[in-house]
Each structure stands twice: as C-alpha cells, then as structure tokens.
C-alpha cells in the first residue's frame, strides 16, 4: 500500500513537472493574466488604427485577436498597447507586450540578435511605385529621369537608389519625412512618382487625392522592388506560444483555402470531409496538440474569419483601401499564402 | 475784438475731424500718406484673407457627411470632427464610459479654477486637490487599490513633515500627535516588511476598471500637465534650496541634476525612460508606461522650476535672511516662514508660464505611444474613410489648445496685477 502511494505520487509529480514544461512561461503568465498584450503601431490605415469610437481594427489587430480567441475562446480579450517604431522591440523583449503585431518586416537581424521569433507571415508587402494616370507610365522601367517622392534615412530610400542603379536609369529624389506633406507634393506635382511599401500606396491613393483629381487617376505599377513579409513576432524562450500564434495564422489561410467562413462555421460542423472535421476539431487531437481547446479554429472563424474575410474587411475591396490580394492569394490561385496542413 | 475780455471768448467746439470716429481714424489709420497707404493694404490684405478662409471654413463647408468621400470638392470638412471628435477627446476610453473622463476633466478644471482664486490660497486647497485628484483618479480607473503599506508609508511621512516643520512653534499636544502618527506609520511599516501584518488593501471599487493604457485625448493632456506640475513645484523647491546650500555635497548633487535636466531634450528623457529603462528593470517586471512618461515629464518640469524659484530666491534682500537669523529662527522656520512665502509669490506668473509650457510641451509623449491629445487628433487622421483633412483636424486641436493657453496666460497677466498692487505706486 505504502509503495502504491509513492509510485502514485511519483507519477502525479512527473506529470504536474511536464505539464509546467509544456507550458512555456509567456503562456502561462498570459493565461494568469486573463488577457493578452498586443503592441501594435501609431495607426496605419487598414493594419491598426482606433476608429470612431477608439476600438484598435485592421489586419495586424486581427491576428491578436485571432489569438486570443485561440487561447481564451473570446477574441476581445486583448489589452493594445500602441508603439512607436523605436520602442516596439524593447517592449517585446522587456515583456511589456506578448506580441508584436505592427507591420515588422521579418529580417533575420531582427528574428536573431534581436531575440525575436518571427511567427506566420500575415502580409507579403514590398516596395512600389505610385504614379498619375496621365504619365502614361505602365512599367517601372519606364521612369528614366523621373522626380521621385521618397521618406528619408528609411531602407525604401536605399531600395530606390539599388533599383535605379541596377537598370541603369537616373532619378531626382524629393525627401520629404511627413506622410501628410509627401502626399501633397505628390499630388499637387512635384514628383512624378511616390515610392513606398505598396500597403501604404494603396492607403495613399485613397486617402483622397484632392479634387478634381479621383482616386482612379492614380495606379500602383506592377514592379515590386523589395521583400518586406510583414510578420507577427514574440520573444524567445515560450515556443509553445510562438506555435499558437503561428498556427492561429495558419488556421485562418487554412479555413479560407477549404472554405469555411465566419457564415458558414457551423454548417462545416456537420461536413464529412475528414480535414475540415480535423481542422474544426470534429475530429479530436489538433487542439490538445497545440494546447488549447479542441474548438479553437472554429472560434477563431467564428469570431474573427477567415484570412480572406480579414483580409477584405481591412484591406481589400470591403475598405476603402481596395488592396488586390496580389502576393497575399492562396497558394491555390498563385499567391504565397501557404498553410502546412494541420494534421 | 479788442474789446473781448481774456476768458470770455466763445469755446469752440474742436475741429470736426479730430473728434469722434471720424477723427480717431484719422489720427490713428490715416496720420500721414505712409500710414494712409499701409492701413488700405493691410486691410485689403486681411479682407483677402479673411474671406478666403470664410468661404472654405463656412460657407462652402461641409457639416454633415456619411464618409470622407462626401466633403470632396467643397471646402473645410468639418463633419470629421464631428464624427471623431469623441475619439480626439477620450481616445480609446471604453466609448459607452465617456461620461468618466469628461468628470474627470470637469474636476480637474474645477481645481485649477479654484485654485486660481487667491483667497483659496491656504490649507484648504490643499484640501481641494487631495479630494479632486481622488475624484478624477477614481472615475479615470474606476478601482482604486489603495495598499497598506502605502498608507503606513504616508503616515510615516506626513508625522515625519510635521515634526520638522512644526517642531518649534506647536504645542506639546499637537506635537504629540505628529510623533504619534509618525511611530504608527514606522511601525506599521517594520511590521509590514518583516511579514507580521498580513498584506491588505483598501480597495474602492464603483466602476469597471480602465487601465491607463486606454486613456487617451484631452484627460491625459491634463493630468500629464497639472500633476507633472504639481508633483515638480515641491522637488523644484527642494531642488532651489539645495542649490544655494552651503553644504558642497547636496549643491553639487542639485547643481548636476539641474544642468544635466536642462540640458537634454525633454524628448531624450521620454525615450530613456521608455526604451532604455525596461531594459534595466529585471525580466517580467514592467512599470506603467504612463507613470513612466508621467515621472519624466516631473524630473524635467522639476529643474525647470527650480531655476525659476532659485531667482525668486535671488530677487530677496540679504536683510530678510540675515534678520531671520537674529530672531533665532532655524532653518526650517526661516525658509518655511520668511523665505519662501516672498520668493514664491515674486515666481508665481513665471510658474504659470512654465505651466503653458509644458502643457504644450505633454503632446511629445506621443513618440512612446501615449495618446495625449494632439496624437488622439492625429490618429482620427488614420481612418481611410476620412484620410485627407489633415487641415480641419490639426486646426481644431490648435482651436482647443489655444482655448486653454490663451486663458492661462490672461490668467497670469491678471495676476502678476494682482500680486504687484502692494508695489506700484
């Protein structure tokens, strides 16, 4: 009887020791908590801004709440702490947010001497160029000799001067530091072309050009110069939280790619496809896998959506930005957005 | 006419066009042909302006609009700040609880107001800002935690204040009471640390809890401001005393942080204190970002005082030190006494002016992600529904800003009358 006791209470102790293994430290203070912290930026239109009545929306915000509903089963419980460009890595590494979710471009300085792991790419952006319709300008190669809007000491001024270079073309640059003031030189005329990530163009050119001009005499060329994978990250050390937060992107790609949408959730409930009961947890196992409840793709659906529903609502054609998927497609119709299976 | 007695020649009435307004424009606009001609350019100049900024602010203006793209093609879109100007005002402040930091900034407003009155000038302010801070804190949280420790520790304090500073002219009984609260409070505290009384906290709990990430707009421009001020004033004062002490040690200690204070951008100290501190603090421990800001903002207002009240203290005859010290007062008494009061009252209007300063002064916080007032007007410029107005927004928030700077330094030109009656002549 006595040995039965102490084996039993060998054992009880292995398990409460891996089960405190399992779950990292960023996880479980998160869990204590109640509610997670995401550092997101100063407003950038459709990835994170405070609307009219000061609740954080955008792209960027879903991914946070995406997460929180993945853990918590409730997507609003989310604390956002905004962040200026200069201390968004010391927060995440100081541990005053658990995610940074503000348009950081993943670089590997940044995912190894910064102590950041990178998660899922949300967003594949790159550098462009916005130019008049009345330029008559369809390619990029085409702006030999052109006034070039740009902001200064960025890497999208040096990615400019590189391009330039590299097809042996000339260029005039106009610094401007202020978003505002480079978009009025831009439309009043004195640079021919305004260069930035190709999100911003598009926030850009909707943020109304002053009339006569409209919208539509603006477009954004097809050339790319630049990779910027915009990429929620978190800090070393918790890598089951770096796998929720990194499955919950994937689980919103793979949702859209088999179609299942905050509207249709839970009719997919009752669907036969073997995958679909796996991913909305039908079928047992991926949720006590990633450590978190067995209905956590189906909450995240539920209450954020799907990426291509996310995607539309903040970016796409149901905002007034009207991004193109472009880059940010299904794999399936020749994007980048690749999610590994969820099995 | 050589017949008119000196005296009773008839007045006459002075000329028409040196009287009324006919003769004060002619003697102010139209003295000479230089001036003549100034005064019809600068009036055609100000009428071409004028109108210009009418017809667009007005009366092509557009009130009333569904989104950004409704004000296109007309003149100033003020339906954007009719839309926004609840964010511009409370920032991210649960929407449906706005009523909390529009009484928190009514009560902060009335205890600048009433403070402004000089027959409040004593205790009872004193009074005043204790229960108002308490008021506005309590409605901007919600909660108030108030631990044990911390009451000991103010205890401590205040029994600590009142033996020093009262020590020599109370009553034994009145001087009992201080030593009292004072042992209660340092006992207290021993009993705290060394973990006989168990941890307990007073908590005061009406409302839901608003933590002050949230905080946002016009609230946050005013606490940042007054309590920086307020919380300044007695480290500038400290600061000032110690910078004309005689010991070498405490001198050079105040001299250095003066110098060093002043001589760094206020946006230096933001970032210190935002980027450069949490790395220093141990892992997992972070300090409220606004405290954070809120403590810079003191340091840097706390060396700008303690310039000011250090010529306040300059401006006082030697006599007033010297016969202080022949009525055998000590230090204590002759600087709380005699000292102080006379040089504070000739620093007051600086004071106010620092104050208009730093309340401008607060919207740098907005390089570490505070949404004061002038970043809540900036973020309303996100929206892509309304992008492309910035003129009507950043003209709104320099509308509200002048409103507040403009009656503080009326405030101050009032004053500095005010407290000079006794010298004029």
Known sequence: ?343 | MADVLPGERPQLAPPVDDTGPLGWVRKNLFSSWGNGITTVVLIVAIGWILSGFLHWAVFTATFDAKSGAECRGHGACWALIREKYRYIFFGSFPYEQHWRPLFAVVAMLAMLILSSDRRMWNKRLIAIWGVGSFVAFLLMFGQIHISLGLILFVALAAGGLGMILRGAIATPGELNGWRALAAVGALGLIGRITGVIPTWSLAIAPLSYVETGLWGGIPVTLILATYGLVFAFPFGILLALGRRSNLPLIKGLCVGFIELIRGVPLISLLIMASVMLPLFLPSGMTIDKFLRAQVAVILFAGAYIAEIIRGGLQSLPKGQFEAADAMGLNYVQKTTLIILPQALRVVIPPLINTFIGFFKDTSLVLIIGIFDFLNTANQALVDPNWAGFPGEVYLFAAFIYFCFCYSMSRYSKHLEIELNKGTRR
């Open chain 1, 1 to 343: 009887m006595r040995n039965f006791t102490l084996t039993a209470a060998a054992a009880v102790a292995t398990m409460l020791a891996s089960g405190s293994a399992w779950a990292g430290k960023d996880l479980d203070a998160i869990k204590a908590r109640g509610s997670l912290v995401c550092g997101v930026g100063q407003g950038t239109a459709g990835f994170m801004m405070a609307d009219s009545t000061g609740k954080w929306v955008g792209l960027d915000v879903d991914v946070c709440r995406a997460v929180s509903a993945a853990i918590f089963g409730d997507s609003e419980k989310v604390k956002y702490v905004p962040l200026s460009s200069q201390q968004r890595f010391t927060a995440l590494q100081s541990g005053e947010v658990d995610i940074l979710s503000n348009n950081t471009t993943q670089t590997l300085t940044r995912d190894t001497a910064l102590g950041l792991d990178f998660t899922a790419v949300t967003y594949y952006d790159g550098q462009g160029f916005l130019v008049p319709k009345k330029l008559g300008v369809k390619s990029a190669k085409e702006l030999n000799g052109a006034t070039v809007c740009v902001a200064p000491g960025t890497t999208t001024e040096l990615n400019l001067a590189d391009y330039f270079r590299a097809q042996k073309m000339t260029f005039k640059p106009v610094v401007i530091e202020k978003v505002d003031e480079v978009r009025a030189a831009f439309f009043s005329g004195r640079c021919d072309v305004y260069t930035n990530d190709s999100s911003s163009l598009y926030a850009t050119r909707a943020a109304n050009p002053p009339p006569p001009l409209k919208p539509e005499d603006f477009i954004v060329l097809p050339e790319i110069i630049s990779k910027e994978p915009l990429a929620p990250a978190v800090r070393h050390g918790d890598n089951q939280f770096a796998d929720i937060v990194r499955w919950t992107q994937y689980a919103m790609v793979e949702a859209e790619e088999y179609g299942i949408n905050s509207k249709n959730v839970d009719e997919m409930l009752k669907s036969e496809n073997p995958t679909i009961k796996r991913i909305l947890g039908v079928t047992p196992g991926m949720g006590k896998a990633l450590g978190v409840d067995e209905k956590w793709v189906y909450t995240i659906v539920k209450q954020v959506g799907n990426y291509g529903e996310s995607f539309e609502r903040n970016v796409g054609m149901g905002s007034v930005l009207k991004i193109e998927r472009g880059l940010n497609k299904l794999w399936t119709q020749g994007g980048l957005q690749y999610a590994p299976p969820i099995r």
